[in-house]
């Protein structure tokens, strides 16, 4: 990409910040290093992974382990034989709670037709409610994560004669159960420790000034390019929808991160004849309660108010109270949508006017569109 070009990669470029691994990235290259351990007896170190963007990074191993505990105790369980690999996370130079921790995964046989099943080990939670992307009761692992490392398994069983890998992979960090204390864990109900996030496996590093700096220097880029519509997206996901629905061009795509306010306070300074503003549900709700930093260390999810909104859409007393007590914005999306109230339309009309009223007139026409964790479309408003 030439430096006059503009979008997410000539962002990051231009605040000078180092990228780095999410938990995701760590635990997928410990995994596939084990799993080829457990077939040949050695660790590949370090051990190159394919990123969901293509980017193909080399982790050192800090920890390489092979044993042997014996058969299983029963049908069905895994052998006694195992093989463990850590990474240490690094998360280049953002602030994140996690650089340095140590992701271990140990990796079991299973019988044939098991698949992939996922464990939590010490360091890492448990989902004990609902209203996230996982099951009660299941590892706090999350599902790009954990495609991951299946998609990465499968092409080491390919290499060495085998049709899929079945195997049991139990992840670790350690420490990781204190280490989730200062994360907003165990209020979602993620207990035990950590979750292995990541959708792309690169941690965008985020300092305020430096970021901003580039959002404005991403509207400079589009409007010289002559580009009349720009999309602020609060992540890859959002991003992805964006060209979907309007095949934006790269350089009309600002990457907004948390900062809906710098966006939208350069743009009323620099106006372009349309923006679109797409993101995750729970993080555009925070935009339409009237806030326009979306970190979740400085604005949180105000179910009180996703109750109003819901009354507003037809929701009745009994409804609006679970609403207001659900434990996610996507727990009380999806109370809604069953019963028929279009929460997400009305997040998003909700968010296209505080951003009307952030732009003071303006003539910038705004829409927004309202995505859950897959990238669907749960809410989007008129253009206005």
């Given at each position: ?275 679109t503003i797409c993101g995750g549900f729970a993080k555009l709700s925070k935009l339409a309660a009237g806030h326009l930093d979306l970190h979740s260390a400085r604005s949180q999810v105000d179910k009180g108010f996703l109750a109003g909104l819901a ?74």
């Amino acid at each position: 990409m030439s430096e006059a070009s503009g979008g997410r990669s000539a962002q990051l470029k231009h605040t000078g910040l180092r990228p780095g691994w999410t938990t995701g990235a760590c635990a997928t290259a410990a995994a596939t290093a084990a799993y080829t351990a457990l077939l040949t007896g050695d660790f590949p170190d370090p051990v190159t992974i394919t990123l969901p963007k293509g980017q193909t990074p080399a982790f050192a191993l800090a920890v390489e382990e092979l044993a042997d505990d014996g058969p299983g105790e029963a049908p069905g369980e895994p052998s006694g034989r195992r093989a463990t690999a850590g990474v240490v996370k690094d998360a280049g130079d953002d602030p994140d709670v996690t650089h340095g921790a140590l992701v271990r995964v140990t990796v079991r046989a299973l019988p044939p037709g098991s698949g992939v099943v996922f464990k939590a080990g010490p360091g890492v939670g448990t989902v004990t409610r609902p209203g996230l992307p996982l099951d009660v009761g299941e590892p706090a692992i999350n599902p790009v994560p954990r495609q991951m490392m299946r998609d990465h398994l499968a092409q080491v069983a390919a290499r060495h004669g085998s049709s899929e890998a079945d195997v049991e992979l139990t992840v670790s960090v350690d420490h990781g159960e204190e280490i989730a204390r200062s994360t907003w864990n165990p209020r979602l109900g993620i207990l035990g420790g950590l979750s292995i996030l990541g959708t792309t496996g690169i941690v965008v590093p985020y300092s305020c000034s430096a970021w901003i700096d580039s959002i404005r220097r991403g509207v400079d880029v589009a409007r010289a390019a002559g580009r009349t519509h720009v999309a602020g997206c609060t992540g890859s996901t959002s991003e992805k929808t964006v060209v979907a629905e309007y095949g934006l061009p790269e350089d009309a795509l600002l990457d907004m991160g948390d900062f809906a306010g710098a966006v939208l306070k350069y743009i009323r300074r620099h106006p372009v004849e349309r923006l679109t503003i797409c993101g995750g549900f729970a993080k555009l709700s925070k935009l339409a309660a009237g806030h326009l930093d979306l970190h979740s260390a400085r604005s949180q999810v105000d179910k009180g108010f996703l109750a109003g909104l819901a009354r507003q859409g037809g929701a009745d007393e009994a409804l609006a109270a679970e609403v207001a007590a659900a434990n996610t914005g996507l727990a009380a999306l999806q109370l809604c949508a069953a019963a028929g109230v279009p929460l997400g339309d009305l997040v998003a009309a909700t968010a296209r006017d505080q951003a009307l009223e952030v732009l003071r007139g303006a003539p910038v026409a705004v829409d927004v569109i309202c995505i859950d964790r897959a990238g669907n479309v749960v809410g989007r408003s008129t253009v206005r």
